[in-house]
């Protein structure tokens, strides 16, 4: 099966990933996309004052200085420090991460506020860049400062809204770590409504606003052309489009990533995986999603686990049965078969054995009773100490139960002494009306069957012992079988078995 990403994207690596590799992974995807996202912003800034917007020539020679000195200058100087600045700044407020350990509590707040404070740094360097850019244009010509200082925010607006999408998709690991060890504060953090109306203010609010003072400045009496318009209005629409295209992209992605985590391990649960669990890496009602479902997981596992403990100690059938309808004390008349089957000689064995080759003996013993007991679709009712009560016909009905009695009667007088050759057993089977239900009370119940047919089948077994294979069965079992079983028995005798008053005939394997 194709390993989905734990965090939502390969980028961002597995969960189990070494400490230092994860570090790495971080820093590298936090620089690469600030820096990206900050020179497309540069950029956009540039052809919007330079060619685009109305106001002065600022590419003639009277900007020289502004144009060609001071802002590649600052371009450079804050992207340094701009990175400088981030790293310190995840490098102290994730320290635990670095060094391997869980967080405190206040340190899982101040991880989980990382993207924001990255935000800070860049709205921060954005307008430093205004307050040093816009007055080096103002001094050479004053009418260009509106054009520079309002270019220079609204890209500064729009990259501090892609850096902060960009550097909770980058610290994702750092999160993931972090609420791994406990629940996000009470503090607010953006949710996802919040997010797609900051992405559709800042992508395409801003451009069009853009829009709105151009036409404003038109219609206050500024020389502007036709053809100047239009290309501001192209320009600056395109701008919006792709803007907006881009910081919806984002925020979606950001709220698609846990969704998408919770679809695919919903799918591995339907499938049977119920050890499955997402990471929780986002601290909005997402990551409560997240969770939710890791709690939802986990006690579908341990329904399970308690299922499976409850099938084996009472019998698959007998389990399903008390899921499909409520266990009430009571019973119901029922024609049954019932197998008894007893170690010969367990006392003597537990005398001059140690305990622990008298329970590996006991294991193999029942191990091949209920092996052979389920392939003809019985129950083991109960362990009697070293003996087994086998029951077939309830809880589950069945169609030829005196057949399936008999026939797993045979098997087992012919597996026990193949795959269990250091213990002997008797056999006994018997067929007739039962009482079978639940015994108890109200607050401790087991079910059960009690009639004639389990004395019978009891009494047989304790014959059976003194007979060459083993294996005795009531005529009564052998004439309510299928004709192709009952052939395959014979009579050995009769005998009145403990507690009846009439001779009980003895049917034993054909092949003895």
């Known amino acids: 099966m194709l390993r989905r990403p734990d965090l939502g994207s390969v980028l961002l690596g597995r969960e189990q990933e070494p400490t230092r590799l994860r570090t790495l992974r971080v820093r590298v995807l936090l620089v690469l996309t600030l820096l990206a996202s900050n020179l497309v912003g540069v950029a956009v800034a540039a052809v919007l004052i330079f060619f685009v917007l109305p106001g002065p020539a600022v590419l003639s020679p009277v900007f020289f200085v502004p144009s060609v000195i001071v802002v590649p200058v600052y371009v450079t100087l804050a992207i340094i420090v701009g990175s400088l600045w981030g790293a310190r700044v995840v490098q102290r407020r994730a320290r635990w991460f670095l060094e391997g350990r869980d967080p405190t509590d206040r340190e899982r707040a101040t991880t989980l506020r990382l993207p924001g404070r990255v935000t800070v740094i860049q709205a921060f360097l954005w307008l430093l860049g205004a307050a040093v850019i816009t007055p080096a244009y103002g001094v050479v010509d004053p009418s260009s400062i509106p054009v520079v200082g309002f270019t220079i925010v609204f890209a500064g607006m729009v990259v501090c809204g892609a850096a902060f999408l960009l550097a909770d998709f980058g ?85 698609l990533g846990p969704l998408r985590s919770v679809r695919w391990a919903m799918q591995d649960i339907s499938a049977g995986t119920l050890s499955r669990r997402v990471v929780v890496y986002d601290a909005t009602e997402l990551g409560e ?4 479902f890791n709690q939802m997981a986990a006690g579908l596992q341990e329904r399970e686990r308690l299922r499976d403990l409850f099938g084996r100690h009472v019998g698959r059938d007998v389990a399903e049965a008390a899921e499909m309808d409520d266990p009430e004390l009571g019973g119901r008349a029922s024609r049954v078969g019932v197998v008894f089957v007893d170690l010969i000689g367990s ?154 008053d009439q001779p009980t005939q003895l049917c034993a394997p054909a092949s003895d």
């Open 347 to 500: 006392t003597e064995m537990a005398v001059r054995s140690e305990a622990a080759e008298v329970v590996d003996v006991l294991n193999r013993f029942f191990a091949v009773v209920v092996e052979t007991v389920e392939a003809y679709d019985g129950i083991v009712d109960s362990f009697l100490g070293d003996a087994a009560l086998v029951v077939f016909g309830a809880p589950r009905a069945m169609a030829d139960p005196a057949t399936a009695t008999l026939a797993c009667a045979r098997a087992l007088g012919e597996r026990l002494p193949a795959r269990v050759p250091d213990c002997r057993a008797g056999i006994g089977a018997s067929y007739g009306e039962v009482v079978a239900g639940y015994v108890g009370a109200d607050d401790r119940l087991e079910y059960t069957v009690i009639g004639d047919a389990v004395n019978e089948a009891s009494r047989l077994c304790e014959l059976a012992k003194a007979q060459p294979g083993l294996v005795l069965a009531s005529g009564v079992a052998a004439s309510a079988a299928a004709e192709v079983e009952r052939d395959r028995w014979k009579v050995v005798g009769s005998e009145v078995v403990r507690g009846r």
């Open 289 to 292: 999603l997240q969770r939710g």
């Open 171 to 255: 610290l994702r690991p750092v999160a993931a770590a972090a609420l791994s060890t406990g629940r996000p504060p009470r503090a607010r953090f953006l949710g996802a409504m919040t997010r797609l109306r900051v992405a559709w203010a800042l992508g395409s609010g801003v451009p069009i606003t853009g829009l709105i003072i151009v036409a404003v400045y038109t219609l206050a009496g500024r020389a502007l052309s036709l053809d100047r318009l239009a290309v501001v209005v192209i320009v600056l629409g395109a701008t919006s489009l792709l803007a907006g295209f881009l910081l919806i992209s984002l925020a979606t992605a950001s709220m």
